[in-house]
T-cell receptor, first 113, second 115 residues
Framework: GNSVTQMEGPVTLSEEAFLTINCTYTATGYPSLFWYVQYPGEGLQLLLKATKADDKGSNKGFEATYRKETTSFHLEKGSVQVSDSAVYFCALNIPGGSEKLVFGKGTKLTVNP | GAVVSQHPSWVICKSGTSVKIECRSLDFQATTMFWYRQFPKQSLMLMATSNEGSKATYEQGVEKDKFLINHASLTLSTLTVTSAHPEDSSFYIC???????????FGPGTRLLVL
């Protein structure tokens, strides 16, 4: 089956620190991979995505590279800000399938000034 | 673009009553809408997938008579929690997708508290 495993939080960093949130997946077929962000009290927003191997998604200073050989899609940011405090979800879907997204459990990030 | 709204944003109701939550795609036509439930500090659990004009497809373990979904138009889907009980209290989130697209656009969520 399809599944997503991401590192459990919470993660607490100081401002300007380097961030990595690990995400690995198991999928039948060739999934598209996503990172969604959920700010406190809000719904999910798409942060970035990648649709094929070696693609790099990037947005707002965040990056993630689709690694087929390691079935991973780790999220990174070189210098986090207090405003990045949120819950981050890794997800996949199988193009041409039911369009259902399979989510990881989420990782809560807190950035302190 | 690709904005999805939900109404209400939060609701408190008495046990035994029914609650309707609306999900609208404001600036695009959504062929498919999804309903999720999110428990505190947990991931999103897909409840059902609905396509305009057809019956919703429910995930295993989700009671279709308890959670009624109607997708009457390409811009509106509703979730009705019938005879709500305290265990139905949760954060309900909808999302909408475009035909042939893989990206889902999420609503801001509806927090339901059943007393």
């Amino acid at each position: 089956g399809n599944s997503v495993t991401q590192m459990e939080g919470p993660v607490t960093l100081s401002e300007e620190a380097f961030l990595t949130i690990n995400c690995t997946y198991t999928a039948t077929g060739y999934p598209s991979l996503f990172w969604y962000v959920q700010y406190p009290g809000e719904g999910l927003q798409l942060l970035l995505k990648a649709t094929k191997a070696d693609d790099k998604g990037s947005n707002k200073g965040f990056e993630a590279t689709y690694r087929k050989e390691t079935t991973s899609f780790h999220l990174e940011k070189g210098s986090v800000q207090v405003s990045d405090s949120a819950v981050y979800f890794c997800a996949l879907n199988i193009p041409g399938g039911s369009e259902k997204l399979v989510f990881g459990k989420g990782t809560k990030l807190t950035v302190n000034p | 673009g690709a904005v999805v709204s939900q109404h209400p944003s939060w609701v408190i109701c008495k046990s035994g009553t029914s609650v309707k939550i609306e999900c609208r795609s404001l600036d695009f036509q959504a062929t498919t809408m999804f309903w999720y439930r999110q428990f505190p500090k947990q991931s999103l659990m897909l409840m059902a997938t609905s396509n305009e004009g057809s019956k919703a497809t429910y995930e295993q373990g989700v009671e279709k008579d308890k959670f009624l979904i109607n997708h009457a138009s390409l811009t509106l889907s509703t979730l009705t929690v019938t005879s709500a009980h305290p265990e139905d209290s949760s954060f309900y989130i909808c999302s909408a997708g475009l035909a042939g697209g893989e990206t889902q656009y999420f609503g801001p969520g509806t927090r339901l508290l059943v007393l």
